[in-house]
């Protein structure tokens, strides 16, 4: 069975640029995470889907920032412009409801 | 809010030596625990869990007790290998498995 699909695994862009990932989660899961993890740091959450609804946004910055997850299967997260702090890896995952995350191998993003 | 606290790393060990990483973490209510593990170039995989008091979480010959009365889920093996570099994360969860917060995360570099 396929894992949590991530693309582009590595992205390096010029600041202020837009930048877009995308995530295909395991099929059946209903619910998807992005999660943001700069280095040497654990993942943080950005948002929480259950099927199409971001039930937490709450972490997400909202001004430069934003995901979608249309028919409630694959999601995209965007961020424009894009930032030098933004640099880190983006992370998705999926699970059935609450049960166990798998975790996707994540973006690399690298603004310059 | 809920916080995880580790040791920081790296640690460095010799192959066959016994392992601890610390974990603490702080909680409002109580919340489930977890140990993941994340392989050079792979996506974060969960390595084992707790999800009351007293509970054992084992899994590849790593352990983990819930320890309520120190606020603690220290991981153990009593013999490392090779294959056991990575970096490990403690994570914790007041709701089944949804809104995950990590710890920083610590790496483990096992040599022959």
């Known amino acids: 069975e396929a894992g949590v699909v991530q693309s582009p695994r590595y992205k390096i862009i010029e600041k202020k640029q837009p930048v877009a990932f995308w995530c295909n989660p395991i099929?059946?899961?209903?619910?998807l995470y992005w999660y943001l993890q700069n280095l040497g740091q654990g993942p943080e959450l950005l948002i929480r889907?259950?099927?199409?609804?971001?039930?937490?946004d709450s972490q997400l910055p909202k001004d430069r920032f934003s995901a979608e997850r249309l028919k409630g299967v694959d999601s995209t997260l965007k961020i424009q412009p894009a930032e030098l702090g933004d640099s880190a890896v983006y992370l998705c995952a999926s699970s059935l409801d609450t049960g166990e995350l798998f975790f996707g191998e994540g973006s690399r993003l690298t603004v310059l | 809010g809920n916080s995880v606290t580790q040791m920081e790393g790296p640690v460095t060990l010799s192959e066959e030596a016994f392992l601890t990483i610390n974990c603490t973490y702080t909680a409002t209510g109580y919340p489930s625990l977890f140990w993941y593990v994340q392989y050079p170039g792979e996506g974060l995989q969960l390595l084992l869990k707790a999800t009351k008091a007293d509970d054992k979480g084992s899994n590849k010959g790593f352990e983990a007790t819930y320890r309520k009365e120190t606020t603690s889920f220290h991981l153990e093996k009593g013999s490392v290998q090779v294959s056991d570099s990575a970096v490990y994360f403690c994570?914790?969860?007041?709701?089944?498995?949804?809104?995950?917060?990590f710890g920083k995360g610590t790496m483990l570099l096992v040599s022959p």
């Open positions: 994570a914790l969860s007041e709701r089944g498995y949804s809104t995950l917060t």
């Open positions: 099929s059946g899961h209903n619910t």
């Open positions: 889907y259950e099927n199409e609804e971001a039930v937490d």
